[in-house]
Each structure stands twice: as C-alpha cells, then as structure tokens.
C-alpha cells in the first residue's frame, strides 16, 4: 500500500494519487485401414491368409508384432535379437524368421503364435525364402539352405556358386509357390537364378541388375525376376528380368524413389516408392506399364512431405482383396496400411447440377463415369435424392450409361433448398465401386421474423422476455432461440426450440447479467426459406460500495455524510459482478465554493471474488468535503461484456 502525505486543506488537497489498492487481485470397412505399429524399425512383412492375420519384424526392437488385417496386434513375439527375414510355410503353419544376432532361424506356429523351434544356422541370416519345403536364408553376400524334413536338421551354406555378389544392400532371395524348384538371388549389381529342385543350389543362370535394388521377387509363372528399381528407360521404374538368360525387358515405371516390388498370385505387380509428394504404392496388370491403381500416404508427421514406404515393406494378401504396406513418417512412427482392391480400377464418376432452381419445375442432371479400361455402354447406376424433406435420401430411377460413360436423367424437386443428387456405381471385378454428387440450390418462399428489444438496456440480473414472431410458412412453425452473453468465457446456448402459438410468437427469458446477443432461428421447410433474426440488448454491470474506518454518519443539507477524524484514512470497498481482467475506475471529487471539482480518476484492478478496496490518506485538517465514486467503463475497465455503470456517489468529510 502506498501512501502520500497531504500538503494542503485547500479545496483540491485531496488528489486520487493518495490511493493504494488493500486487497491484491487473484491470479485470473472395407475401406483402407491404417493403425500405428509398437516398433521402432521394419526389416520385413509377411502375410499369413489362412488365418488373415500379418507379421512384421522389428530387427532393432528384437521382436516380432503380429496384427490382424485391420492392423490389430493380435500377438508380440520377443527376445529375438535383430530379427529381420521372414518367411511363411506352404501350409500356412509356420512362420521362420531371421535372428540375425543370433546366427539362428526359429520357427513360429500361426495358430497359437508360439515358438516351435529354434534352428542355428551358423552365420547371421537376413531374407528368408521357402523353397520346396526348405528354408533358404541369405548371409553377408552368400546365402545357404535349412531343410528340416528330417529327423535332424541340415544346413547348406556358401550356395552362390560362381556369383561374385557385392554391394552394402544385403543380399535379396525371391521364389514364388507356383514355381517349384526355382530360387532367384541378387546383391549390388548381380542378380542369378538357380536350381534348388536337388540338395543345393545349381546356378542356371547370372547377370546384372541396378545397384540401388532393394527387393526382388518371381512373377508366378516363372518367367521373370522383377527388381524394386531398374529401367523402364532409364527414370524410375521396377526392372524386369527373363529367368531364361536374364535379359533386361519392358517393366514398369513407378515414382521416385522405388524401394519395393511383389507379385500377387495372379501376376498383379505392387511396386513401392520412397516419395513424399508423389503416390507410394503403385499396381499393376501383368505387362501394363500404366498403373491400374496408386496410393498415397498422408502426412502425419512434421514436414512439408507425407509419410514414406519402408524399403521392401509390401505383401499382398494370398486372395488379393489386400496390399499391406508399412509406412514411416519423421517422428518415426510407423503404420501398418491396408489398401484395399488393389487390383481394381478405381472409377471417375463427375455428377453435375443447376447451381440454382425453380421448385416443382423438372431440371435435368447430366454426368459421366470413367476408368482406365471403359465400361460398356448401359452401366447402371443408382440415383439417390436427399433434401429437408428426405433426410435419408429417396431412391430415384436407375440411370445407365451411353457409349462413352455419360448419363444424364430429369427430376421435377418437390421440396425447395439444398437438394442433393448422389449417383452411385456398384463395382464389378475389375473396378471398385465410386460416386459422385452435386447440389442444387431449389428456391423456397421467403419467410418473416422478428425478434424485440434490440438496443435496449436493462439493470443488471433483470430478467427480459425476448418474443420471436413467424410470419407465414409451409409446414414448420418451429423456431429456435439461442443467447450468446458477450464475452469468450461463456459459449452461445439455446434456450428453447418450440412451436409458435396462433399469433405466431414464442418466447423465452433471458437474465441479463451481460450484454447479450439473442437469436431466433427458423431452419425453414420444404417451401418456407429458412430465417434468422437477431437482438442485442445490453446490461449495466453490478456496482455497490462500503465506507469503513468513519466515526459516524450524519446529514449536510439533505445528504448523508461519513464523518472521519482528519488524521483517519477512509477506506473504500467496491463490490462488482467479476470478469477476467476487469478493474473498476476510481473517481474523486472535492467540495470547494459551492461547486463539486474533479480531482481525476484512477482504475484498480477487482479481485476474484469481485471486491477492490481503496485507502485514501488523511486529509490531516478538518472541513475538508469530498466524494467518490466506483464505476465501470466500458472498453476502459478491461473487457467489454457490460454497458457502462456508475456506481453512486459516497460522500465525507474530516473533523479534528
């Protein structure tokens, strides 16, 4: 509290810079699926269709995740030391995989995800392939064989023959259940084919691939090796690779940066890419360099570009309904995706509409449906219309398509605003379902409304009827009142929906201890336009002061006085409705020659519970007469949710 002397009993002796604050204030489907992964690295992804569930290997965390289609963990396999390659049994019963760190493959049952066995293998194994019941495995720039048919396990090593492989990649295996005894292989830039029919390896033949390949696999009629980057023409593409003599053929151009590449059992061809602005999975027919569907990953991470393929992270489910990529985002998390209809087209299908129209005229709604490969002419497609009076939307006639995909039908709307046509296309084999809508503005006749006591000002906490009146309308007679106090601590609330009485009013009170906007809202119906109506009426905030420290009270003339001793200093309590930040502004006048002269005003700052107490400094000399007030000023006071308030004046004077 600060506190200043007075130099003078003069008329203005009493200046408002005598005043201290007492109390402190107080601090004021079978749609694509996505599901994050519980790892912290991806060395590879196999899928298990018997039991539609997917496995995926975290080398760094040492485990094995294994999650449903949806991306559900199901199980969590641990202890299992850079695990890497994984492999899948003909049967579907078991799933091998790769402790790089334990120089072991071990043996994992996919009805009960329990370890079966544990193989030592004599060197640190990265991809795994099963070729005719064996195990084959790749180790540093060699791979070698783990057949466990018998009674005692057997393991082959050194199995490359001739092949001078290289390159910092690792070495990639690839074979395909369709091809029997047929086993392909490359690192850096070498890529061989070999014999695994017999006991060993027998080379049929070698050659080379781009150095930037990380993954391999064999189309199932055993006709090529595809390589996750390779020419078409020198950009980015999958390579393509005759098993006959390994001569470079026509392959499929994808984004930059390619990184994956598998073969559905039907030949489709998923190739992946590392791309942040480009789409990161591609499919494709067998033979056609044009892709039959892509797809893009969203960003979820903190980079102008969107999440990435891991390298090699795709597997196709055995039926195809599916494509599981794995993606990365810049936090490092990683999503299991699953795309589905891979290897259906997706259709285009653009529905056009009058922007505006006459209700209970007919309108004429045209369209067109495309795809990669066009669908015959009369492809029917459902029409759906949905407006006020159809919410869930009303089954049109069936439209079909001429030659060249378009269509186009009438419709006469019997209900007027938004009125929405959706065009529907089921889907056949080889294309996935799509649609397409657009809207039509349909006229409606205007609607009046009003709402009373705009610009008035009412005392604080009065309670104020707000009536709307509706003038004529179709069907509807519902209108709702909402009130929105000014200030942002208190949001708009509704007060009543009802229906208007015969004269077309309804009400609702409103207790105004702010300034406050109200709100009629007629939604409107089928021939009626909707309508709004506002009124903003304004409230006088909440003001009361207490004198303390007085010796007595009594009257000069007609007004009542505090009578302090001149050495006493008076003190001030205002008590006003609180608002965040809010202070309240202290005014001070002095008697001096029959007429009342400002001494200035200062603004002080309210307490949480609303109070802001003032000591002013003895005036130290008798006959001295004075006033104040506390009053609330809007914009000034520190907010602006009520309507400027003064308090009343409080009179008193000193006596020795």
Known sequence: MRRRSISTATALAVVLSSASLVTGVASPAAADSAKTLPVKSVGDIVVDGTHQRVYISDPTGGKIVVTDYTGTVKATLTGLSGVTGLALSA??????????????????????????????????????????????????????????????????????????????FGMFLASDPAVPGVLAAGNGGKLAVYDVSADGATLRVKGDMDTAVRQLDLTPDGSQVLTSWGDPDYGYGLGAYSTTDLTEQVGYPIDAYPNAVRVAPDGSVAGGSSSWYEPDVHIHRTGDPTPTREYDFPNTGNSSGADT???????????????????????????????????????TLKVSAPTKWERAKKLTVTGKLTSKTPLAAGTSLKVTRTDIESSNGKALAAVKTKADGSFSFTDTPSAGGKVTYKVSYAGDATHAPASGSDAVEVSRKATSLSLNNNGKLYSYGKDVTFTAHLGATYKSRTVAIYADPFGTDKPKKLL??????????????????????????????????????????????????????????????????????????????????????????????????????????????????????????????????ARMRSSYINSSSGDTVNSTTHGAWKYFTFTN
Do not use: C
């Open 309 to 347: 393929l891991v390298d090699g992270a795709l597997a196709w489910a055995p039926d195809t309904s599916r494509v599981f990529a794995v993606s990365v985002n810049t936090y490092g998390t990683y999503t299991l995706r699953a795309l589905t209809d891979p290897t259906k087209e997706l259709p």
């Open 91 to 168: 049967d579907s019963g078991q799933v091998y995989a790769a402790v790089k760190y334990g120089n072991r493959i071990v043996s994992v049952e996919t009805g009960t995800y329990t370890q079966t066995a544990s193989y030592p293998v004599g060197a640190a194994p990265g991809d795994l392939e099963v070729v005719d019941g064996r195990v084959w495995f790749t180790y540093d720039t060699n791979f070698g064989s783990l057949d466990v048919s018998g009674a005692e396990p057997v393991v082959h090593l050194a199995q490359r023959g001739d092949v001078d492989f290289y390159g910092a």
């Open 496 to 625: 009543k929906t009802a229906k208007v009485n015969s004269k077309g009013n309804v009400s609702a009170i409103v207790d105004m201890t702010r300034d406050t906007t109200v709100t009629a809202v007629f939604a409107g119906d089928a021939r009626s336009a909707s309508k709004t109506a506002k009124s903003t009426a304004y409230a006088h905030a909440k003001i009361s002061t207490t004198v303390s420290k007085h010796y007595k009270t009594g009257k000069i003339g007609s007004t009542t006085y505090y009578y302090f001793r001149k050495n006493t200093d008076p003190v001030f309590t205002t008590t006003m409705n609180y608002y965040t930040g809010r202070k309240q502004r202290f005014q001070l006048q002095v008697y001096y020659q029959g007429s009342w002269y400002d001494s200035g005003s200062q603004y002080f700052a309210l307490a949480t519970n609303g109070k802001s107490a003032v000591r002013l400094e003895a005036a130290g000399e008798s006959g001295i007469r």
